[in-house]
């Protein structure tokens, strides 16, 4: 494991989270999504989700952020859980749900799921929006 590895083991971060923050998993941008969205959160960091959705189902999502390990890690895995599922079945996932399919980052990092949550509410309340023509 390479030094920033070990750093982040040391410090709470789960196997698993180590590796989907150092390969930057999930990360990029999407070509015409049906939707994207911006959160920033309390901490200053930000997030932003892009959506390809095909009759309510979550076919393709990318995100990009300016945001510590927590949110990049928690980032990968939230959009790893959403692939395939409903807009209702994304929009219930918790920040707990993230963690337990991280494996694990600190304590004091558990904000940082909350970024890449309410990023993604915000990017399905948007979508939907669009299609009843209502603005937010
Ligand atoms: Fe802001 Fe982690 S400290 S998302």
Do not use: W
Not at 102 to 110: A, D, N, R, S
């Amino acid at each position: 494991m390479s030094e920033v590895g070990r750093l982040l083991e040391k410090s709470g971060y789960s196997r698993k989270a180590i590796e989907y923050y150092l390969k930057k998993v999930n990360v990029g941008r999407i070509e015409n999504p049906n939707v994207s969205s911006v959160y920033t959160g309390s901490c200053g960091d930000t997030m932003k989700i892009y959506l390809k959705i095909e009759f309510n189902v979550i076919k393709d999502a990318k995100f990009q952020a300016i945001g510590c390990a927590g949110a990049y890690s928690s980032g990968s895995a939230l959009i790893e859980m959403v692939k395939g599922k409903t807009l209702k079945e994304a929009e219930k996932i918790t920040e707990k749900e993230i963690i337990n399919f991280l494996g694990g980052i600190p304590k004091q990092k558990i904000h940082c799921a909350c970024l890449s949550r309410r990023t993604l509410q915000k990017a399905i309340k948007k979508y939907r929006n669009s299609k009843t023509g209502t603005n937010t």
